[in-house]
Every structure is written in structure tokens, then in C-alpha cells.
């Protein structure tokens, strides 16, 4: 059994921005679509320890059974497939989105991450036994290094990677950046080794970048004055190919129109306001829940008490300190989960909100809407996005959702 310890990491203080180099691209006010494949996998994946990092990653508190159950199950994930098309890649069990970018020069899959507002990734400082399987960021002649400035990232399931920082060109479809920040891997822990990504796009607001001693601009930040429109739009599917459109809003992928809500940025997120939700057919429960819209996080945390109400639905459910999480037995059919939007009704299907079996050829699973622990604010991962087409938009800033065609 692989004993955790919680990692202490710093926070890091933010600074003002560094304004970046004028950009370019290929055509003149772009946009383009990045489609995703389904990569196959083999083992079971831990819902605990992503419930772990998620909590960590916004500076809750993690409970010990959290941490216990995260140690004690964990499962690797998929490896990588063959880098050098323009997909964007689910894993198992849909744990995390990759998209292949150019950076400068290397095509990476990258975790797209509007939670987050770092880019960093494997690269050639690392030992060659650290980085089998993975594509390798190697600064050229055209890099320039940013002497002193440094990033360090931890998580609490014990995966963490450091290192220095380059500017260089990041092409993502027919659109680059020119003069962007890229956090170089020096050292990696074996987390991060065994899975599929090679690094991390974070797509959130540039305030709460983590280089040091000045954050730095995001890749959307960067390339937004040649986007033909501010905005990009996830369309994640269910086990199956979906896209990332960026610069253009794709009418074709949803149903109906697209409701807008505000998006309040003060946190660096891209946060909103839902009004009221329901369980299954159950009626409108009106009450604020303040959340974000979150790529990079792959389940669904909500307060104590709608979590609470939805597993007293479900024959079985109970909260399991020893798996770190409320499961229920994997035969049981699951209620919808609705979250009002400005008066629009977003439903994420029963059949999305099993995560996956806490061990191998087990018959209980692991839910995915889990409690937001002491984090402040719900977080809208992967299990509630992939229900919706979802648009981005710098220009409010806000957030549309439309049902998915």
C-alpha cells in the first residue's frame, strides 16, 4: 500500500501581469475546432484521489479518510496516444480532456484547464527515464529563457512538478501566440509520469498565473486580438469524440438558444450563479449556488445539503469514509441532476453521474457529485460540461449554456 502524505504547498503571491509581445496567425481573425477521439484504458481509476486534488486545488481542507481512500485505491491511468493530430483525447471514464498543441516546435497533448492559468509541461531538463511515453518540450534557438523566474505546482494525492520558464511560439489549430510563457518541467513526480498528459493548459483568468515574480498571460489572453471573436466553447461529450471551437460560436452543437449568465472574475475564475435545481423529475428547488466552470476538474462538487438530497434518492447510496466519498451499488439506476442557469434548465443525465467502480470487478461506484468541502464555491467540472455546450466569452466576461444537439 503506498502510504500519502499531505503536500504542503505554498501559495504563491500574484504580481502584475507581464505584457506579452505582439502576436500572429495564420489567417486574419480566426477560428477553428479541435476534435476529440476516445483513448482506450485498462484499469480502474480512483475517485478519490481526483475528489482529493480538486480540494486541494482550491484550498480546502482535505479530510485524512479523503486522503486514506485516495492512497489505498489508487489506479493509473491510460497511456498516451500518438501526438501530432488536432484532437482533444478523454480518457477513462472521461478523467480529463487532452489536446495536442505546438509548443514551440513539439506537439504536446495538454489537459485544457479553465480552472487554472498556468501552461507548463514535460521537457528535456527532465531524466529520459521520467518522461517514456511522453512528448518533451525542448527550448530551440528561437526560445528565450526568463532568467529568475520559476513556478511550482503540487497536489494533494502527491503528484507535483517544478521548473523554469521560456518564452516561446504556442500554436493551437491555425492560431499562435508568439510570445508565450512556458513552464518547463525540472522536476516531476511519478504521478505525473503515468498519466497520458504531458502537461497542462490552464484557460482561466491571467490574475491568478503562478509564475514568479510576475504571473505571466494565458495562451486565450495572448491570442485573443487576432481571434475573429473573443471566445472559445467546450463541447465534451459522454465517452465519445466531442470539440473545442475557439473564435467562433458553433450553432450546429446545440439545441435551442444559448442562455448567458454573467461571470464574476474577482477569484480569477470563470464563476457563476445558478438560481435552483432539481433531482429527477422532482420540482425546482429554488437557492443560490455559487460555482465556477471548471475543464480541468473532472467531477461534480456541490454544497453538503443538495448532495445529501440527491443520495437519499438512490437505494443504497451511502458516504463512505473508507472509499472517501459517497458510492452506491453500480446496479442502481441514477436520477438527472438539473442546475438553473437565468432561468435555464441544464440537466446532466443519471447515466453520467456514476464515476466508476471503486475496484476492480466491484460492484460498488463512486459517485460523481461529491460535497465542495470547505472550498467556498461549487465547482462545475467535466460531469456537468459535457451535458452542455458551454461558451467561454472574454467580452462580459460570461457564460452561455446551451443543450447539447
Known sequence: MVILTRIQVA????????????????????????????VPATKTTNGAAHYAKVLHKYGAEIPDHVLAAAAS????????????????????????????????GTMMNLD??????????????????ETAGHAVYTPSTFSEAMNGYTWNIGYAEGSSASGNVYMDYVVIGNVTATSQAVEAAETISSQFQQRPSDGLLGLAF???NTVQPQSQLTFFDNVQPVLASPVFCADLKYGAPGVYDFGFIDSSKYTGPVTYTPVDNSQGYWGFT???????????????ISGIADTGTTLLLLPDSVVTQYYNQIGGAQYSDYYGGWVFPCSATLPSFTTVIN?????????????????????TCYGS??????????????????????????SGPQ??????A
Open 399 to 404: 457564460l452561455g449554456f446551451g443543450a447539447q
Open 343 to 363: 432561468g435555464y434548465e441544464a440537466v446532466v443525465p443519471g447515466m453520467y453521474l456514476s464515476f466508476a467502480p471503486v475496484e476492480e470487478r466491484g460492484d
Open 73 to 104: 485505491s489508487a489506479g493509473a491511468l491510460a497511456s498516451p496516444v500518438p501526438t501530432g493530430s488536432v484532437t482533444t483525447t478523454p480518457t477513462e471514464y472521461d478523467v480529463e480532456y487532452l489536446t495536442p498543441v505546438n509548443v514551440g
Open 11 to 38: 501559495i504563491l503571491g500574484l504580481s502584475t501581469l507581464t505584457a506579452a509581445a505582439p502576436h500572429s496567425a495564420k489567417t486574419e481573425n480566426p477560428s477553428f475546432s479541435l476534435n476529440q477521439v476516445k
Open 112 to 129: 485544457i484547464d479553465t480552472g487554472s492559468s498556468d501552461l507548463w509541461v514535460f521537457s528535456n531538463s527532465l531524466p529520459s527515464s
Open 369 to 394: 457529485i461529491q460535497v465542495d468541502t470547505s472550498i467556498g464555491f461549487a465547482i462545475f467540472g467535466d460531469i456537468f460540461l459535457k451535458s452542455q455546450y458551454v461558451v467561454f466569452d472574454a
Open 206 to 208: 491571467s490574475s491568478i
Open 274 to 288: 445558478a438560481s435552483g435545481y432539481a433531482i429527477g423529475s422532482d420540482e425546482i428547488i429554488s437557492g443560490a
